[in-house]
């Protein structure tokens, strides 16, 4: 060729990128020039073998190229030593050691890529982009000299601009005194944890890839973690624990409470927090095998009032109108400065808040639901069910959101036998309609109460309690089954062995459990009084909905998102016969587990979802429902239990056999003369 | 006129930046608009008083307009009461009150331009520009409602945004738990102030002005600071004591073993340093009628070793070659991160650092003195004179710096009555060369001690010890007197009162001034050990700078600058004759004080001041001189005082009537045998 310059011909798979590189040309930086991006946490020094690729060899006619290994220059010293101590596949070369020598085929392989994707859920569709705030750098510099006076740091800031292209990397001045011992301990080779691209957070001696972060929700009763790998975007560890201001309060307006009461409340309610999150750290990290101090990053979300109490922030104006939270904006903190016992350079990540009432959980559940893409011509209501319930409702046009003060009762907390979602407790309940026999399943059992008594199980399955959804259950069956009449009420008329009456026959308790069939030795029952507390939680949830509905000008929703951390996921039929819900298509309710959650672990994996939940905790509209005055009737009307097929069409047939049993048991009358006496049906 | 849009034409005097603007623009803004920095805290709310302006009114042919008080708005309500409450000169209005409705000619006086020059010294040619990195802004938000729930720091955050262009200004964290209240305690008005423009480190209730700030030395053996006035760049206290980490060792050297040898050395050193910060800090605040928590920065210098404790980082490498240090660059730490007790939310900034044994006070130096401006036909010495001396020489093309071990002598140290720069220090001497009588002066008094023994002036004159400026005095007054030998022995021949002989008469000591002239009830007096440790001192300082002069590759300097905490200013006559210095024509000669904290003041008050630190730290090229094997050859043949007319021209006549005086006192023949015993004269 007469070309003065020679170049080549490069297509990357599998993105399609393609575009011509001058002869001798470094692969990496080529693929970096087209935009493919590769990764490579020690740029072009063949030590961490990220950046491997795949020569495709052969005639490839749609490009009009031919592609071969000797198109690349030959494996060099450091690249051969590379190979000499790991497995090669065929054809793999690191992209950082090859010189561009003809044309080429090249397929990147998913670890190679350097923004990859991690699915946040069996069933979810959509994946998690993990992009994270924290990236470590290899770098080595040469010892400083007589001659050559530069501090330590310099040399590493230096190096990390020259080779990664880092300008103006601060470090973090607590890491100052651990410095000098650390970089000569790696004999002048370090890894650099750095934060946002610009402030030095970690420095290991010698090369390391491990990064890990914590994804945190602090509920008001549970404060639920995890620890994730921040290069492969997966859940290393879990970890969870009542939350144990708990102590001090069981709902958020006892805490307000607490602190308005006490000098040292909010201190006492602040340490407890914290040192909870440290034990469920170093929990987590030794369920991981590493120890806290390699935790580099924490994202939390939580409730107003828990995200106050975790700032060290009186939560006293929370708790009055006009419930004025002391910042809406995401926080960022050194995680030391909240007494937190993790990577000394370690930062906190705090979600924004919406409003007084609808905190970085709420936050955290639109980033995981992400309300704000459903279409236009549908209305989506998730529903996150805590202490505090939260309501979002909307569509791309507009997103309202809501607090509804639910009550502990789906956390387990006020229920006779309640327990936080954790091993033994019952999370499935079925109840015969014709017997009242009752099966059900406990948290750690894959198998069933009833296969789990044959023969050839060795273990008897026994419950130590029940649980949030095992508890939706259970009422939503004794009501299917006529044992409960839709004012929430045992019916009087009904006779069973598990059903034991108070003398004056007002209320009973229903046996899910016999002794025999329990850890602690007497039998894990339903009371009337748990069955009114469920009432009360999920009549708070709809009456929200349906005002939220009210605002937006709709009498429809298309689409329900049930979250909340109940341990395993609410069956959606028995949400809504509990009438928790609005009517809706059935197969368009899906439950999702700690949403919240999860949109702390998103945050955790994806920097730029950190940006976009600050624009939409500003976007979303708040309604401050429970102190519009139409609420109070809404909520009283929503305390029964739905048997208005009108109100619930998508019911109609479990209603109708829930009657017709209440009425071959003989309690239809006593219902409908409650109902006469009240207000009538809708 | 036909134009559809009326402009007048403004002239701002007395800068002479003219241009039009719209009819019925703000004064304030048009101003900006023509690169007019006007001073305003309150940003149009006429508040502060700060953009005060003087119409002048006539007409300026030069300008060919005509200007008077009707082509402004007449005061509106707001700055009515203002000047209600204020005293009004003529013609005065407030900037951002005014529309501009005609031609005009705006005179802004020096309190009202945005960035103040402040002189630094009343000799000093060079002001300081007031441009710190701490700037007050006021804000007046609207409370919350149950509509608008944004958080209390958003709505300051949108206002600083609005009002003064500020964008995404964050809160140190620290600061939330106290927002809350001080919100409500200004109803909603507050100040902030902004550190760098984009952190808010203190937020006061209502309207305040006041914003100050420390710049600290901290030296091996004595910490001074100023404590400034930010807006207008006022000493407002000065504050000093001797460094507490004396106890622990006397030079840098016996500090960093004192870390080597003891577990908790370094904490101890560190709490020390910290310790008599708080201290100094909360004298300064007292006698400027404030608090330490109203000091919102701190900028630091100090030599590398201080510089190393006062960050908690080992100085152990520091004491072993490669003499490497853990960070060149500056650093800016939070205060309260170091243990200093100031406004929780305020910055420490210390200065870049240039090698292992050239610290942050010699880059103050730099700031302060600025060799590198110097003409290129010159060559410029800086001698900083500390228990290390650190020498820069050079010109605007290059500037050498190295360090040198000079001893404590000059700050008083290992002197029989030497003691620090402090009130009663002697710090002038003359010694009458015929009957070797003395006067002196102390530091808080003006007069000289004859003068103060005149019958009219009531208290006598006492001293209490002799400071490093007076050590120099003494040694070489009793040398010119002939009284002293060139190698620095009292001349055996001399008898004189005040000369007091051992028995074996190889050493004596001066009575400077008799126990009746002193507080402590003894003689202070000069020994021969002094002298000897003096002579130590001035040759390590001699030497250095002959062998930067040798490295440059000039043989003479044009000007020499003395620098040094040393309490009153040297005399540049005798530290010339005492030989601290090469020969320089004494006219260009100049002493400056504590230069290294002269730069901590610049750095304090001028935020690009500090970048141009960052710059020429980096920039000045280190000599590591005392590893020089010529080092040791030089620093012996400076030990003697200047005697050979050959290397001091300068000093032709004072050295050939010193030889005058020892001829006359027979001592001539010892000075000139002991000579041909050692090496020929120069």
């Not at 609005?582 to 949109?599: E, F, I, K, M, S």
Request: aromatic share 6%; glycine share 10%; hydrophobic share 45%.
């Amino acid at each position: 060729m007469a070309n003065p310059t020679l170049t080549h011909h490069i297509v990357f798979q599998p993105s399609g990128r393609q575009g011509r590189v001058p002869h001798g040309a470094n692969l990496l930086e080529a693929a970096r020039g087209l935009g493919v991006e590769i990764e490579a946490i020690c740029s072009g020094r063949q030590t961490c073998g990220k950046c491997q690729v795949v020569v495709e060899e052969g005639f490839f006619p749609k490009h009009g190229l031919t592609s071969a290994g000797d198109h690349l220059s030959p494996p060099d010293g450091r690249e051969a030593r590379y190979w000499e101590r790991h497995p090669r596949e065929a054809n793999r070369r690191l992209a950082c050691a090859c010189e561009v020598r003809g044309d080429l085929m090249i397929f990147v392989p998913a670890e190679s890529q350097a923004r990859k994707q991690v699915v946040r859920k069996a069933a979810a569709d959509r994946p998690i982009v993990v992009d994270p705030a924290i990236r470590l750098y290899y770098v080595e510099v040469e010892p400083p000299t007589l001659e050559d006076p530069l501090g330590d740091w310099d040399r590493i800031a230096g190096e990390l601009e020259r080779r990664f292209g880092l300008a103006g990397v601060r470090l973090d001045p607590a890491l100052l005194g651990t410095l000098q011992g650390i970089i000569r301990a790696g004999d002048w080779k370090v890894t650099v944890t750095v934060w946002q691209g610009r402030e030095a957070v970690r420095v290991q001696p010698g090369y390391h890839e491990e990064a890990c972060g914590l994804a945190v929700d602090i509920g008001t009763t549970t404060i639920a973690m995890h620890l994730c790998d921040l290069r492969t975007g997966a859940v290393l560890a879990t970890a969870s624990e009542m939350n144990p201001q708990v102590a001090y309060g069981e709902d958020l307006m006892s805490r307000v409470s607490f602190v308005d009461n006490r000098k040292d409340g909010l201190a006492i309610l602040h340490d407890a927090v914290i040192a909870a999150l440290n034990r469920l750290a170093a929990q987590a990290a030794a369920e991981a095998g590493t120890t806290p101090d390699a935790i580099t990053e924490i994202v939390l979300v939580g409730n107003t009032v828990m995200h106050h109490i975790l700032l060290n922030v009186s939560p006293t104006q929370l708790g009055q109108s006009p419930f004025a939270a002391v910042i809406s904006d995401a926080v960022d903190v050194k995680a030391r400065e909240l007494g937190l016992k993790l990577a000394p350079g370690a930062h906190a990540h705090v979600l924004p808040i919406e409003a007084g009432h609808v905190g970085a959980d709420n936050v955290g559940v639109i980033l995981a639901e992400e309300p704000h893409k459903a279409p236009a011509d549908e209305i989506w209501l998730i529903v996150d069910v805590g202490t505090n319930g939260e309501l979002l409702l909307g569509n791309r046009e507009r997103v309202f959101s809501a607090s509804s003060p639910t009550g502990p009762a789906f956390e387990g907390a006020q229920i006779r036998h309640g327990m936080r979602a954790a091993g033994g407790a019952i999370e499935r309940v079925r109840v015969d309609p014709e017997t009242l026999e009752v099966r059900f399943k406990v948290i750690g059992r894959e198998e069933w109460s009833d296969e789990a008594q044959a023969p050839n199980t060795r273990s008897p399955i026994l419950a130590a309690g029940i649980c949030g959804s095992g508890i939706i259950e259970a009422v939503a069956e004794l009501f299917l089954a006529g044992v409960l009449t839709p004012d929430g009420r045992f019916a009087p008329e009904v006779e069973a062995p598990r059903l034991k009456w108070n003398e004056a026959r007002t209320k009973a308790e229903f046996v899910l459990a016999w002794p025999h069939e329990s850890s602690t030795g007497g039998p894990i029952v339903l009371t009337s009084d748990d069955v009114r507390a469920i009432q009360l939680g999920k009549a708070a949830l709809y009456s929200g909905a349906r005002l939220l509905m009210e605002r937006m000008g709709v009498d429809r929703v298309d689409r329900v998102v049930l979250a909340g951390a109940f341990g395993s996921y609410i069956d959606p039929y028995h949400a809504m016969v509990l009438g928790m819900i609005p009517d809706c298509d059935l197969a368009r309710v899906v439950t999702v587990g700690n949403a919240a959650g999860d949109g702390a672990r998103i945050a955790l994996l994806n920097k730029g979802q950190r940006e976009e939940a600050r624009r939409l905790a500003r976007w979303v509209t708040y309604v401050g429902i429970a102190l519009e005055p139409r609420f109070q009737d809404a909520f009283v009307e929503a305390i029964p239990l739905p048997h208005s097929v009108d109100a619930f069409p998508h019911l109609a047939r479990p209603l109708a056999e829930a009657e017709g049993r209440r009425r071959a048991r003989g309690v239809g009358d006593v219902a409908r003369r409650r109902e006469r006496r009240g207000r009538p049906a809708q």
